[in-house]
DNA sequence: ACAGCTTACCTACACGTTTAAGTGACGCGA
DNA sequence: TCGCGTCACTTAAACGTGTAGGTAAGCTGT
């Protein structure tokens, strides 16, 4: 049937044919089956006949008969996909591939077609949303049948928002390197709208801990990272009463356009304004000057995530805290 | 029906019996086959079944008996994703989904299994490698019935490499926009081995137009990404003779690393050494000083590709040249 | 000699769809 | 009245797997 060169695809019934059993067996000896008694010669037979027929199950029929397919579908967010993300991904992908489980990613960004058609055009064993879900999606996917519906920023279990991955502790982290030095900090907050999911998080994280050390409310202002875009902010933080002296950043991006707002005002950091950011990027260590930024472990995040998931689909009593990844500062010259 | 255990799958039987018609007309209405004549009432009966139901048809049900998905797997480079990639990604996304074809990616990057454990868990209807694929690896998808399989760097169709994107016109580029004032060129090639497939053609690029224009082979060196890195780099090209003093970046990284090694050193772009990168990363317009760079159009390439894996999975003819999507120097301050 | 057990398989159904082929009811011309 | 065509469906057969349940053959113990 299939098509012009009359290629037909080699199955479970081709196999057993050539090494003369039945397709049962074929299925049992392939899954090594644990309650069937097959002898290793017959074992062998099969499989040497599977392997000179490059046979290989077709994953349709056996996720139907299954019921169930072992692929994770993770949801990237409609944020600019950049290299921490493009990581977190790959060792997703490794991780989750340790317990037999296929992790494919599909680009939610702007929903040509409701993203209703994805998962049903897959039918995955579990949903990652690697931003947040809305609890109507979640709750349509459990609808489907997909036993896992998980979101990194934003779980609904309890219509609450529980972030499987905390963001807090960045921005925490950042006022308290900056905090033992500066009596006033500043928040750069990004420019998409979209991202507030992780910076909202962030900017509280900053307000606690200013809280705790005793400083005024941190002075927040949106940064386009654009050369000319930072400008105004930088001038309102250092106008300001107290002024400010350390600023946050949402992450490197906007940190970088924060260092080239201050060049262009002919200042310098960390002297005239110190600069923290979060991510690590490449071009942070290249920047004039360095910049000081936090770096996470994404592999434990991802790690965290995959063992949540094979747990839940295992039916194991799952464990519901955020995962927290080792933060560390790294210290350049910015701040 | 929301028994804890009792939550079974809504099939298009549950459908046929809430609509009152057979199994058989809620395939023909919901998939609005042509050759059937259903009157407006009936059509509409189904249709409402379907929704109160919230049904929505078996993946792999459905492609088991179609005998294809409509799914098409992206292969993930090797290499570090930044926001191009995730932009194409993005773009592909789209740009397929308005053929009815869902567009999911798996991260190739250190097969803890092999890459053979994916599409078989899979079934693809069509394959894109974002980079390039081995012959051994396309023959071994097709054997498995996957109609399509496409390389974007590196088709396999005929023994010798045919990319599908090439990247001799990018090289081409920045050598132009520099070979009309600078007399000798050199190559920044980047640290990553895997990078080659883009870095090779690019200097092929760079190559060709320096014969072109009468200038002497560019000088190469590899320039790894850190602050310090760069700096031999940089040396010996104002060393060489004649003097190099323009240069032309593999990408925005590795061009903010030589503008960091030229300001590490004492020097400036463009007065001591020009420098032309290739992406316009976000960091690129905020650097010191802010960054010449070439930028491709990405939209036209997603669409390209999904044009081509629509036709040949169509059975159409196919558009075997490469894509040449537009190509722009966005003329900063480095060169 | 025969029940009872184990070994090594095989038969047969189910999973949810799509779709070719069939069917009964009805209308209509002769 | 019959024959024939059209409409509006329905029946039933696949698609390739996984697996519960069967069964024939061989052995063991009495």
């Given at each position: 049937m299939t098509g012009r060169f009359g290629r037909r695809r080699v199955t479970s019934a081709d196999v057993a044919r050539e090494a003369k059993v039945s397709r049962a067996t074929v299925s049992y000896v392939l899954n090594d089956a644990a309650h069937q008694k097959i002898p290793e010669a017959t074992r062998q037979r099969v499989r040497e006949a599977a392997a000179r027929l490059g046979y290989a199950p077709l994953a349709a029929a056996r996720s139907l008969r299954r019921g169930r397919s072992d692929i994770v579908l993770g949801l990237l967010p409609d944020w600019p996909i950049e290299h921490v993300l493009g990581r977190l991904v790959q060792q997703l992908t490794d991780a989750l591939a340790q317990h037999e489980l296929t992790f494919l990613v599909h680009?939610?960004?702007?929903?040509a077609r409701p993203l209703l058609e994805v998962w049903k055009a897959l039918t995955p064993a579990a949903v990652l949303a690697l931003d947040a879900l809305s609890e109507v999606e979640a709750d349509a996917m459990r609808a489907a049948g997909i036993e896992v519906v998980m979101a990194v920023?934003?779980?609904v279990r309890d219509g609450l928002r529980s972030p499987l991955?905390?963001?807090e502790p960045i921005g925490a982290l950042q006022a308290r390197h900056l905090g033992h030095v500066h009596r006033r900090l500043g928040y750069a907050y990004p420019?998409?709208?979209?991202?507030g999911v992780l910076a909202r998080p962030r900017l509280d994280g900053v307000r606690k801990v200013c809280a705790e050390l005793g400083l005024p409310e941190p002075d927040v202002w949106t940064v386009p990272v654009?050369?000319?875009?930072a400008v105004e902010a930088v001038k309102a933080w250092l106008a300001?009463?107290?002024?400010?002296t350390g600023v946050c950043a949402f992450n490197d991006d906007v940190a970088l356009a924060v260092l080239a707002a201050l060049r262009s005002l002919g200042l310098r950091a960390p002297r005239d304004l110190a600069v923290i950011g979060v991510?690590?990027?490449?071009?942070a260590a290249l920047a004039q000057p360095p910049l000081t930024t936090i770096v996470r472990d994404t592999e434990v995040i991802a790690r965290g995530l995959a063992r949540r998931i094979v747990d839940t689909l295992d039916g194991a009593q799952v464990c519901a805290d955020p995962i927290q990844d080792p933060l560390r500062v790294l210290v350049r010259v910015s701040a």
């Open positions: 680009s939610a960004a702007h929903p920023h934003g779980s991955v905390p963001e420019d998409l709208a979209r991202l654009d050369p000319d875009g300001a009463d107290p002024p400010v991510d690590d990027i490449r071009g």
